[in-house]
């Protein structure tokens, strides 16, 4: 057996930011996330004007409940959609005008369901160049609140940051939701604004979000359930075992899911109160939904040919506009590999196969490589055509995976 120490969330610490820029004195944030992402939101709080001090087991937030301090700032969001998206939203609750953009990857991503409901709720929001991405600027006196729509069918990060945005208003939001993906990360963000002194009121689709703000406190993130999916799924390739600590039963995020897929798939699964371990067994094929679960889906294509019958991934459209589209480029690696793939609108299917060792084409998606990094487990000489792009999440992926490897073969 071997013990995986993974990396803070990048969902949680991102929220935790957020929630501690907008909270009432001085947030602790431990063991959060250092990678690009979450630099590069702590980078654009401090360039909002938000007191952010890092040290390196903690960061602590000054908050200013009034809003952004910096009127006229410059917001460059690196790669990152939590950044994109939830910083926006956050500058609306201040006086001021604040001007964003985003890296050629993060331009190309959708903020039109977020940006159309900001707009509804009476901010001023302006797309530079082409509507409902970025660059843009946000004009805003505040915002009163009341009651708006939104579609969160391709992302439910627009739901967070209107959910984030709610305890700031004067009156507080009635959001009506017409679609929801990737749930748990709003059951996530619902958690985590209740350490923080907001309670959300729920009812079917409507989320009932009181005015008042937040109130600042000591807050632990938890690790990163996406990054331990690889070394999950690196257990089940290998009949390896394999324990992820401070990952259990009380675990916020969704996508620990990702080992009952396994356990669907074959594996044995032990989930308990503050950890979790998977082990190995043969791979079986078959048909599972990751909708809810859909950022480990890059994961579970990388290693399926490995399966002893087809396995069919099914409901993960969103994939397609994540980084780059997943879901093809999950495809058309598998496919230079020599293994039979065959696609829909919103479902992969993948045959077993013997995948030979390529380049993969990364499209600068740190899931990419990680994904397929747990398959060259068992395609030695498996190359990356950049092996960097893991930076956004898990800089240190590359050390810790291959010392993972070691140990595996000593």
């Given at each position: 057996?071997?013990?995986?120490?993974?990396?803070?969330?990048?969902?949680?610490?991102?929220?935790?930011?957020?929630l501690a820029a907008a909270a009432d004195g001085v947030t602790t944030l431990s063991r959060p996330l250092v990678s690009d992402d979450t630099e590069g939101f702590a980078e654009g709080l401090r360039t909002l004007g938000y007191d952010v001090l890092r040290e390196?087991?903690?960061?602590?937030?000054?908050?200013?409940?009034?809003?952004?301090?910096?009127?006229?700032?410059?917001?460059?969001?690196?790669?990152?959609?939590?950044?994109?998206?939830?910083?926006?939203?956050?500058?609306?609750?201040?006086?001021?005008?604040?001007?964003?953009?985003?890296?050629?990857?993060?331009?190309?991503?959708?903020?039109?369901?977020?940006t159309g409901a900001l707009r509804d709720l009476g901010v001023e929001v302006t797309h530079h160049e082409r509507e409902g991405h970025h660059p843009l600027s946000v004009r805003t006196g505040g915002v009163e609140g009341g009651e708006v729509v939104l579609d969160a069918g391709l992302s439910s990060q627009y739901l967070t940051a209107l959910?984030?945005?709610?305890?700031l208003t004067r009156t507080g939001l009635r959001i009506r939701v017409t679609d929801l993906v990737s749930a748990p990360y709003v059951e996530?963000?619902?958690?985590?604004?209740?350490?923080?002194?907001?309670?959300?009121?729920?009812?079917?689709?409507?989320?009932?979000?009181?005015?008042?703000?937040?109130?600042?406190?000591?807050?632990?993130?938890e690790p990163d359930a996406s990054t331990a999916s690889y070394f999950f799924a690196a257990a089940a390739l290998t009949g390896r075992t394999v324990t992820v600590p401070g990952l259990g039963r009380g675990a916020l995020q969704g996508d620990l899911r990702f080992v009952?897929?396994?356990?669907?798939?074959?594996?044995?699964?032990?989930?308990?109160?503050?950890?979790t371990t998977v082990t190995g067994r043969e791979l079986r094929g078959g048909t599972v939904h990751m909708r809810d679960i859909s950022d480990t889906m890059p994961t579970l294509a990388a290693i399926a040919p490995f399966a002893a019958a087809p396995i069919r991934i099914e409901d993960?459209?969103?994939?397609?506009?994540?980084?780059?589209?997943?879901?093809?480029?999950?495809?058309?690696?598998?496919?230079?590999?020599?293994?039979?793939?065959?696609?829909?609108?919103?479902?992969?299917?993948?045959?077993?196969?013997?995948?030979?060792?390529?380049?993969i084409e990364t499209h600068g998606?740190?899931?990419?490589?990680?994904?397929?990094?747990?398959?060259?487990?068992?395609?030695?000489?498996?190359?990356?055509?950049?092996?960097?792009?893991?930076?956004?999440?898990?800089?240190?992926?590359?050390?810790a995976f291959a010392a993972w490897a070691r140990q595996h073969e000593g």
């Open positions: 057996m071997s013990l995986v120490e993974i990396p803070g969330s990048k969902s949680v610490t991102a929220r935790a930011l957020f390196p087991a903690a960061w602590r937030i000054t908050g200013r409940p009034q809003g952004p301090g910096a009127d006229g700032a410059e917001v460059f969001c690196r790669d990152g959609a939590t950044t994109a998206r939830f910083l926006p939203a956050l500058v609306a609750a201040g006086r001021g005008t604040f001007h964003f953009d985003a890296s050629a990857q993060m331009r190309r991503r959708p903020l039109a369901p977020l959910l984030l945005l709610g305890p996530i963000t619902l958690a985590m604004m209740r350490s923080f002194g907001v309670e959300v009121r729920r009812t079917g689709d409507v989320f009932e979000v009181p005015a008042g703000g937040y109130t600042a406190t000591a807050y632990p993130v009952e897929v396994l356990e669907r798939l074959g594996a044995e699964v032990q989930i308990g109160a503050d950890a993960v459209y969103n994939t397609r506009v994540k980084e780059c589209d997943r879901l093809e480029a999950c495809a058309q690696n598998l496919r230079r590999q020599g293994v039979d793939v065959a696609t829909g609108r919103d479902w992969i299917e993948i045959r077993p196969g013997t995948p030979k060792a390529v380049e998606d740190h899931r990419i490589v990680m994904s397929f990094a747990v398959a060259g487990l068992r395609t030695p000489g498996t190359t990356f055509d950049d092996p960097g792009c893991v930076r956004k999440t898990f800089p240190g992926f590359h050390q």
